[in-house]
């Protein structure tokens, strides 16, 4: 089987992200209501063209597997929360896929959009992901805490993920048996980013220039694609991430069972990265502007291993990288100040260090 390669990644601790999905649960407070309270507003944006400037080589042949040709597209926005005395305004925000995938479900990506009230010129805006636990604590406190700031936020459920996954699993059968498709999903997930990007760089109100980028775990990892492969966002806050794919799989601890599923099948560690290349962040890094990244990593991450850390940081031109005092799962009990760092900086602001 590999299911190890199905969600992203190749099965980047599953158990490490619930761990710290329990954890946030006490310590964001995101509640997100369903019900709309306005009509849904029908609109219409067009994907941005894929820069192939300075590619070559292997890269631009990579590119290319992310690059089509630009399309108008409709998506819908639908107001969920209002509250009088709240300062950011909640809707949701759904469009269509850039990627058809054999599912439906997974076709459309239902995001929420979280917007200031106050608004003073034309608005920075950030794209915010989760973690592989996949139940949107995370990303909702990032992306609610930088509309607090005054910073538009678009919290997207990467291919696959909550309301994008096949009830009956059938999406994990299907990569079981077509390991040939075992990139689709990140390439599926880069493509989407792009295309929320492109909504955000037309909605009314906000800069185009201004589109950030951020990621915890995963999150962090498809950050580091994403940034890579558009070339174009204008911060970059990978967390908790590193580079190196088949190193990644094939060290944690919690995808042992994985790795022996890959081996079975006769994929070891070299052939898995050759597999993952497409999609492998350390190919694209170098179009990611190192004064504009940030990166926080554990310095006792025992799912992330730090020479997969350097070597993210050494592709995309050695950014500032600050050290958190922990593990990757009590990387948890420092959520506000992760938060509030990759906030500070998103926002423009000079980061140096972690206040704890």
């Known amino acids: 089987m590999l299911r190890a390669g199905c969600l992203v990644v190749v099965c980047l601790t599953l158990s490490a992200d619930a761990q710290i999905a329990r954890t946030l649960t006490a310590t964001f407070t995101v509640g997100a209501t369903t019900r709309p309270v306005c009509p849904i507003e029908h609109v219409f944006a067009t994907d941005q063209p894929l820069d192939l400037s300075g590619a070559a080589g292997e890269t631009l042949r990579w590119l290319r597997g992310f690059d089509l040709k630009p399309q108008r597209f409709e998506y819908t926005l639908e107001l969920l929360e209002d509250n009088p005395d709240d300062s950011v305004r909640l809707y949701r925000l759904v469009f269509p896929s850039a990627f058809n995938s054999p599912f439906p479900e997974n076709n459309v990506v239902p995001c929420e959009y979280y917007a200031p009230k106050q608004a003073h010129g034309k608005l920075e805006s950030a794209i915010v992901l989760d973690i592989m636990a996949g139940n949107a604590v995370v990303p909702r406190g990032l992306a609610r805490g930088l509309a607090e700031r005054g910073v538009a936020a678009l919290y997207m459920p990467m291919a696959y993920y909550n309301a994008r996954r096949p009830k009956d699993r059938a999406h994990v059968r299907w990569l079981e048996d077509r390991p040939d498709h075992i990139t689709d999903p990140p390439r599926q997930t880069v493509m989407d980013v792009r295309r929320a990007k492109a909504i955000l760089a037309s909605r009314p109100g906000l800069d185009p220039q201004q589109v950030s980028i951020t990621g915890v775990s ?122 509030q760092t990759a906030i500070d900086f998103i926002k423009g602001e000079p980061v140096k260090q972690l206040e704890f």
């Not at 999150?219 to 966002?233: E, N, P, Q, R, Y």
């Not at 554990?298 to 997969?308: F, L, N, T």
Request: net charge neutral; aromatic share 6%; hydrophobic share 45%.
């Open 218 to 339: 995963l999150g962090g990892i498809m950050t580091s694609i994403a940034a890579g492969v558009d070339g174009h966002f204008s911060r970059v806050v990978p967390i908790l991430a590193g580079g190196d794919l088949a190193a990644l799989t094939f060290h944690a601890p919690e995808t042992r069972r994985a790795k022996q599923q890959l081996l079975d099948k006769g994929i070891d560690q070299q052939k898995l990265g050759e597999m993952m290349a497409p999609v492998e962040p350390l190919h694209f890094a170098s179009r990611i502007d190192p004064k504009r990244c940030l990166m926080i990593n554990a310095s006792r991450d025992e799912v992330i291993p730090h020479e997969c850390t350097m070597q993210l940081w050494q592709a995309i031109g050695k950014p500032e990288l600050l050290w958190l005092p922990s593990g990757h799962y009590s990387a948890a009990w420092f959520m506000p100040t992760i938060k």
